[in-house]
């Protein structure tokens, strides 16, 4: 075997860590103290988080990389998500990186996320530098966590070399770290020179000829597909022909016409294209995350990435309802197929499949949370469609059904815990782990079907009155624990099209909550509110007052709604059962049966119940 050289230029490094422990806040820091900007420039916070939708909700969806100059050398940085539902981006990512920075809260500890993100690097025998963020914190505990972090180590079979990891302690917020709790940090130098110390550069044969793995895809409006991904071997310039190995292994021709390489968050151009690099380079057409890029002389392919298999799946199709076209720009099966498809080849985590129907697909992800955010992105982007409940994906394996189950971790209040359980168990979850250290708080441990989860994290908020906090992590496939139900509410559902009338509302709030105001429009098997019992209802949410010339106090009240609660599209895919869909267009949410007319629901349910 040919002895490797080391690019001393460079580091790679992914930052990692569980949702709002600070990783983006962390690079903006990185970003404002390397130089990138000069004295006095204005810098929006979480640079990173360019998606409105990220820096709506305030967490990281999609991998992304910058480069940062220290000391004359690059830092190429990757901010991966912390949600285990955007697995995918992690995985790729990680592809790129040759080191990784934990991140971890200083009064949290390290939560599921981490250990998934963490399992990942240390699968990917990636050295790790640990920071303990937010020691500013009030209820910080800087020395109990580090003490997790190890345990979180050995439990993951981390070797002996893993386990001797640097530590630095953070406020990421004010840029500032240092290596012990004592002294008094200025500034994020540091980390930085720790990056560079500990993090090996890439390495590369010299005598191998030129190798890049594609890990994400990128689009231009001036060059087209672009490819990002990191130089394995040798190295190449603009205009030479080179060939793709794609996913039959077949060898197409390519030329590259353009190699850019990060700076900041911004690209800029290179002549060559270094070993151990990470960069951008355009001129290719019809390539798909995985594919080696190479020379045509000596085609060699590089290990493909891959990802862990979808576990949830949703119906998309169009948007077949009276109101169909009236908001939307984009409502044809044509033009969601071909959105879809495209989510596809930037996202290796999403599958799609035909379905059994026309006009609609089989779109499969790693959980509800990544398909909501597609389907949220999609309804900016201008399309009406949709999407029916979500639904775990089974395995039959020797003739037995196994489901995807989830390590549960719950944090409430003591008071809560009855209720917790109780809930949790009637969904056929089973309690593995139960710590009360006696502060008002206890910690619980629960193995719970993926779908027992669905629809669940709405009722647990409201169950521990905001205070709780809920976390999953996917335990792999197992026994199918039995059913249970899904909701122990009907719907109310309109039995004509018109107008939302407050009169009506107002006389129909007894019967239990309403999802529509005075003017929002109806139609006939649109959902329009929650029977308080488990029966559907047929109801006339227009109906008017009858006018009388008869004159009498108290006749003429004012009537006063209880205010509604907006549809959030959570929400609308936690409540909906398996007859119901969801109505997706730009200015509306809308929940509807999937058959809209009363009389053919009534038949289809006869039958049912005859052939019971």
């Not at 672009?226 to 996913?247: D, F, M, R």
């Not at 719970?448 to 709405?458: E, F, M, N, Q, T």
Request: charged share 30%.
């Amino acid at each position: 075997m040919n002895k490797l050289t080391i690019n001393d230029k460079i580091r790679n490094i992914a930052i990692i860590a569980h949702v709002d422990h600070g990783k983006t806040t962390l690079v903006d820091g990185m970003f404002k103290q390397s130089g990138l900007f000069r004295e006095g420039q204005k810098v929006d916070d979480r640079l990173m988080d360019s998606m409105d939708l990220e820096r709506e909700r305030g967490i990281t969806i999609a991998a992304k990389n910058c480069a940062v100059d220290w000391k004359g050398t690059k830092i190429n940085v990757i901010d991966t998500p912390g949600h285990a539902d955007f697995g995918g981006e992690v995985e790729r990512s990680l592809s790129m990186a040759d080191g990784a920075i934990l991140l971890v809260d200083a009064s949290e500890g390290p939560l599921p996320q981490t250990r998934f993100v963490l399992k990942k690097a240390l699968e990917a025998g990636l050295k790790v530098i640990v920071v303990v963020n937010k020691i500013d914190r009030s209820d910080a505990r800087p020395e109990e966590v580090l003490d997790e972090i190890y345990d979180l180590f050995i439990d993951l079979d981390a070797n002996e070399e893993q386990l001797e990891f640097p530590v630095m302690y953070a406020i990421g917020r004010d840029g500032i770290a240092q290596h012990t709790l004592e002294e008094k940090g200025e500034n994020l130098h540091p980390l930085m020179d720790i990056v560079i110390e500990h993090i090996p550069g890439p390495s590369y044969d010299e005598n191998e000829p030129f190798q890049m793995l594609v890990s994400d895809l990128g689009y231009s409006d001036y060059l087209g597909r672009l490819a990002i991904g990191k130089v394995i071997h040798g190295s190449t310039q603009q205009n030479v022909p080179l060939a793709c190995i794609n996913e039959e292994n077949q060898v197409v021709p390519l030329k590259l016409t353009k190699v850019q390489t990060y700076e900041g968050v911004t690209f800029t151009e290179t002549d060559i294209a270094h070993p151990g690099d990470i960069v951008v380079v355009s001129g290719i057409e019809g390539i798909t995350i995985g594919d080696t890029i190479c020379t045509r002389e000596a085609p060699k392919a590089l290990p493909r990435i891959t990802v862990d298999e979808p576990t949830v799946s949703m119906r998309f199709g169009i948007n077949t309802s009276p109101m169909a076209g009236l908001e939307g720009k984009l409502v044809q099966s044509s033009k969601i197929r071909e959105r879809l498809e495209k989510e596809t080849l930037l996202n290796v985590a999403i599958k799609i499949e035909e379905s059994e129907y026309r006009d609609s697909f089989i779109v499969k992800g790693r959980g509800e949370f990544q398909l909501a955010i597609l389907i949220e992105t999609m309804r900016r982007e201008g399309f009406e469609l949709t999407v029916g409940r979500p639904e775990v994906i089974f395995k039959k394996v020797d003739g037995k059904k196994l489901e995807p189950m989830e390590q549960v971790f719950i944090d409430c209040e003591d008071a809560f815990m009855g209720v917790v359980t109780e809930k949790l168990s009637s969904r056929k979850a089973k309690m593995t782990n139960l710590v009360n250290n006696g502060k008002g708080r206890v910690r619980m441990e629960f193995s719970a079907p993926s779908r027992s989860l669905i629809g669940y994290r709405d009722e647990f908020l409201t169950d521990t009155k905001g205070t709780g906090i809920m976390n999953t992590l996917f335990a792999g496939y197992d026994d199918y624990r039995g059913d249970f139900p899904a909701r122990y509410t009907g719907s109310l559902i309109s039995d004509r099209a018109g107008k939302g009338v407050a009169y009506a509302i107002f006389n129909l709030e007894p019967r239990g909550e309403m999802f529509v105001r005075p003017g929002d429009p109806v139609y006939e098997g649109m959902i329009v509110g929650e029977h308080n019992k488990d029966t559907d209802i047929n109801i006339n949410p227009t109906k008017e007052k009858k006018l009388t010339n008869m004159r009498a106090s108290g006749k003429d009240e004012a009537v006063i709604l209880t205010p509604c609660k907006p549809m959030s599209l959570e929400r609308a895919m936690h409540f909906i059962t398996d007859d119901e869909v969801i109505e997706v267009t730009p200015l509306s949410i809308r929940l509807r049966k999937t058959e809209l007319n009363s009389a053919k629901r009534h038949m289809e349910r006869g039958k049912e119940l005859k052939k019971k």
